[in-house]
């Protein structure tokens, strides 16, 4: 590299060094960061004597005061999500490979793919984001070369990677991204949607916060109905959100309605409401082209293995409020958008299932004719996912197959447990605690999201309750499969709500 550069030197010039070569021509180095990680020959950053100057300018001299940055949590083997440099466009599944601490600076290396698409970059770089950060900004991901990817929950637990934390990033990296649950604190007030009952908005008390997640509790309630969920999830909002919204807000248990309010309340419990810059960002009435009245085929979640005809009623926040047309809305239920649980008209068809018409439909159930006959329009095709618009494809349990799986009696306890019995040709599975006594199994459909692959837990910052006299803080699931000779069941098992959701 020498020989090169100094025969670049105009003939009759001495050159010392290139300190001294760019000072005297008023020049600047091209800054390190500018250049792929096979063309630095190792170099992590330029030497501090020389100039160099960045497209802000000389990087001595900056134009205005650094923002505060935020601490360097990067270490060698974590996964985020990077942006392609010589494709940016693409954003992929990427890792740090190498770093230099005393200048904050990390070498990005995109899994599965050869290393001369590293890049070193500094840890506040806009090219280089948190895991989730592609789903949050609805942006696709690029998963790794030749490795099965079907998401960053099952990826990081399989192999056992661990992610980049959150606060290691600037705001600007993690600009559209949801809340964390750090800035909320145990004891705070706010108003929840019932999930056994998603018309219900009422009272609640963070009763608890662990591993980023928060207990919710219904005041003047028993903790059945308690449940833990994510910051950002938008079945909790600010004291007062009802009021804006017109929504009715159910008080506290025992307390009349006509004389509720959150002023006095707040006082009488000596209590704080979270404040508002807290939750996820108010939604809009309409989700790209979804809309309140479109029709859609949805599968019952009281009953899984029917799929009917349904109509959006409501749309909040970035949610969807599913109704059966001709049912009562006691089947009704809230989703995300992008749910597999939901799905275009002429789904069934596509896949050669049956869908159930609407209550007290007379004849052959054709969705055109409907359609006409209601004067209704149906979610357009294109706002669908590719999961949503396929026929999923499932791999069956097998008796004796390890899994991670919510006490029905204890609804804030995920265990281990295994697949005792099957019916209905194995669309009902029979779950056994591992350790406990058969009291505490259960039926459940083989759908439903209060079961998980393993690793689940570890993913989502839950506590695993290990087999009944075993040590939680030294349980590990290779070491007691090979103690036992057990069988995981694999992730396709699972429906992507039960690999990914929050609990609920």
Known sequence: M???????????????????????????????????????????????????????????????????????????????????????????????????????????????????????????????????????????????????????????????????????????????????????????????????????????????????????????????????????????????????????????????????????????????????????????TQIGCFMKNMKLEAKDRQNPTLTCAASIVKVQEGRLLVHFDGWTDTYDYWCERSSADVHPIGWCKQNGLSIKPPKGHVGAFQWADYLEQQNARAVPRHLFTEEQLAMPVRRPFEVGMKLEAKDRKNPTMTCVATVEQMRAGGEELLIHFDGWTAKYDYWCCRDTADIHPLGWCNMHRVKLQPPKGMNSATFNWNQYLMDIDGMPAPDACFTPASRSAQRS
């Open 2 to 284: 020498s020989v090169l550069l100094l025969s670049a030197v105009p003939t009759g010039l001495v050159f010392e060094s290139w300190k001294s070569y760019l000072q005297r021509n008023c020049c600047y180095a091209a800054p390190i960061e500018v250049f792929a990680s096979n063309q630095c020959g190792g170099m992590k950053s330029l030497p501090a004597s020389v100039p160099c100057k960045s497209s802000s300018g000389p990087a001595a001299t900056p134009a205005k005061p650094e923002a505060a940055r935020p601490p360097f949590l990067f270490e060698v083997g974590m996964r985020l999500e990077a942006k392609d440099r010589l494709n940016p466009s693409m954003v992929c599944v990427a890792s740090v490979v190498d770093l230099n601490a005393s200048q904050q600076r990390v070498e990005v290396y995109f899994d599965g793919w050869s290393a001369r698409y590293n890049y070193w970059c500094d840890a506040t770089d806009s090219d280089i984001h948190p895991v989730g950060w592609c789903r949050a900004n609805s942006r696709t991901l690029q998963p790794p070369k030749d490795t099965a990817f079907s998401s960053w929950e099952s990826y990081l637990s399989q192999n056992a990677y661990r992610a980049v934390p959150f606060k290691a990033f600037t705001s600007g990296q993690t600009a559209g991204m949801p809340p964390q649950a750090d800035n909320f604190q145990k004891g705070m007030k706010l108003e929840a949607r019932d999930r056994l009952n998603p018309h219900m908005v009422c009272v609640a008390t963070i009763a608890d916060i662990q591993n980023g997640r928060l207990l919710i509790h219904f005041d003047g309630w028993t903790v059945k109905y308690d449940y833990w969920c994510a910051p950002d999830t938008e079945d909790i909002r600010p004291v007062g959100w009802c009021d804006n919204v017109g929504c009715p807000l159910q008080p506290p248990k025992g307390q009349p309605k006509d004389s509720f309010h959150w002023n006095g309340y707040l006082a009488q419990e000596g209590a704080t409401s979270a404040p508002k810059h807290l939750f996820a960002p108010e939604g809009r």
